[in-house]
């Protein structure tokens, strides 16, 4: 098929400027592109009053942003009550994911970058992306197989959705038309995992991201824990129910009620830290509050004050290959990982399940090599089953049976099955749809093994 470069006039170009200013202005975006426009002329005659002329233009916009939250809804709500004179249908998207689309083929994404119109560009210069050669035969293929796989499915949601809007069931109806196009079985999935649970938010609070020092090198040291020693754990630290053997400790000059501390009087601690006093001053905050007397030259940019590091916490990578939550005591956690304030064994044996991996391989951002990226609008969404304490017991027992094999290096896979079949029981999942999830996690298992190194480190 020849390539069709997308061409607009001066006066469509003048019409869309308005629209693309408010999106710059309200949005973090990258990159805006047409790749569709629509133009619907008419002429209305009569003899009671001369000829009306009317036209309308639709646009179709690909917006690309550095924000991975997905507010396409959002976006599209704004247009449609922002811009009156002419119709936008607009995609949005993270850089990553249309990167990563291309990467893997993706036709649509790569004619719409490739072909289409670019408007606008945060850096003033030309979307700059190696676009594979597609083969239309591969193309045509994956597409029958998807076809196939959806139309049968989707035709029957399609048919509930007729009668619950004849019926004037109208929100039945929304969630059954919502259900035409999601695949069955993953729906199902998502719904009885969700269906009378509380999300992680609602079990034990948002996760809380890690210390940001601004300049690791200038707190990191050989001394040996003390009172203002710490163990100090990077992502890559965090293994699924291992005990974290940090291979660094931190300078930690905070009291108990995170006021900074003189550590003048520490010799070998202050002489590590006045080898780097320049640049520890110069960190952003940090320069400006030393300017006007509220920062310490050797305090962290950024630390949490609502945690005691010496309770126990469940902690996991902000980037990680499948589940990798674990617990820790008294050690200081990086930014390339984040917090919850639990110890609960049942949560812990939840979070590390099959069945939320499976979750939050739908719902996370992917990056290279399977990895996927645990932000806190992720995590916070993880259904968990609110039942008592004594209900509890058995994944409790269990989880403390790993917990213990772990320290001794001995292999925990029956325990982590039988965790698993419990969690298939507590959701009410079939074994249709167990064999859904088991699939998923042998792909994951079986992929190649890529290595990367911790975000922000």
Not at 373 to 402: A, G, L, R
Request: glycine share 4%.
């Amino acid at each position: 098929m020849e390539k069709q470069h997308i061409n607009l006039s001066t006066l469509q170009c003048r019409e869309m400027e308005k629209i693309i200013t408010s999106l710059i202005e309200k949005y973090k975006t990258e990159y805006i592109i047409c790749f569709g426009c629509l133009n619907d002329a008419k002429t209305a005659t009569s003899c009671f009053i001369e000829d009306v002329k009317q036209s309308n233009t639709h646009y179709f916009l690909l917006m690309i942003t550095t924000d991975i939250t997905r507010i396409e809804h959002e976006v599209q709500d704004y247009v449609n009550n922002f811009f009156e004179k002419a119709t936008i249908t607009i995609v949005v998207h993270g850089m990553e994911t249309v990167t990563n689309a291309i990467a893997q083929g993706s036709r649509f994404f790569t004619a719409v970058c490739r072909d289409g119109m670019q408007l606008y560009s945060a850096n003033g210069l030309r979307l700059n992306i190696d676009y594979p050669n597609l083969n239309p035969a591969t193309t045509f293929s994956k597409a029958q197989k998807h076809y196939y796989h959806r139309f049968g499915m989707a035709l029957g949601f399609l048919e509930s959705a007729g009668v619950c809007y004849d019926n004037g069931f109208y929100s039945n109806c929304m969630f059954e038309l919502h259900q035409a196009v999601v695949n069955n079985e993953i729906a199902n999935i998502i719904h009885k995992s969700r269906s009378n649970a509380i999300t992680l938010k609602e079990f034990c609070g948002l996760p809380i991201v890690g210390v940001k020092t601004g300049f690791n090198e200038g707190f990191i040291t050989d001394l040996a824990p003390g009172p203002f020693i710490k163990s100090y754990v990077f992502g890559r630290d965090i293994k699924k129910y291992q005990p974290i053997k940090p291979n660094n400790n931190i300078i930690f000059s905070y009291d108990n009620e995170f006021k900074i501390v003189l550590v003048e009087t520490e010799k070998e601690i202050y002489s590590v830290l006045n080898t780097h006093k320049q640049k520890l001053s110069n960190r952003a905050i940090v320069k400006e509050g030393l300017k006007n007397g509220t920062k310490c030259w050797y305090e962290y940019q950024q630390v949490n004050k609502s945690l005691n590091y010496d309770d126990e916490y469940i902690v996991y990578p902000n980037v990680s290959l499948g589940n990798n939550f674990t617990l820790t005591t008294g050690a200081v956690i990086d930014m390339t990982a984040f917090l919850i304030k639990s110890n609960s064994r049942y949560l812990l044996a939840i979070l590390n399940s099959k069945l939320i991996a499976f979750l939050m391989d739908i719902w996370s951002i992917s990056r290279r090599g399977g990895y996927l990226e645990y932000k806190v609008q992720y995590v916070e969404k993880i259904p968990i089953k609110n039942i008592s304490f004594d209900e509890q017991q058995t994944f409790i027992k269990i989880v403390d049976q790993i917990l213990e094999a772990k320290k001794q290096d001995r292999d925990t896979t029956t325990f982590e099955q039988q965790i698993d079949a419990l969690v298939y029981q507590l959701y009410e999942l079939t074994p249709a749809e167990i064999a859904i999830v088991e699939n998923s996690a042998n792909a994951k298992a079986n992929a190649p093994e890529v290595h990367l190194q911790d975000s922000f480190e």
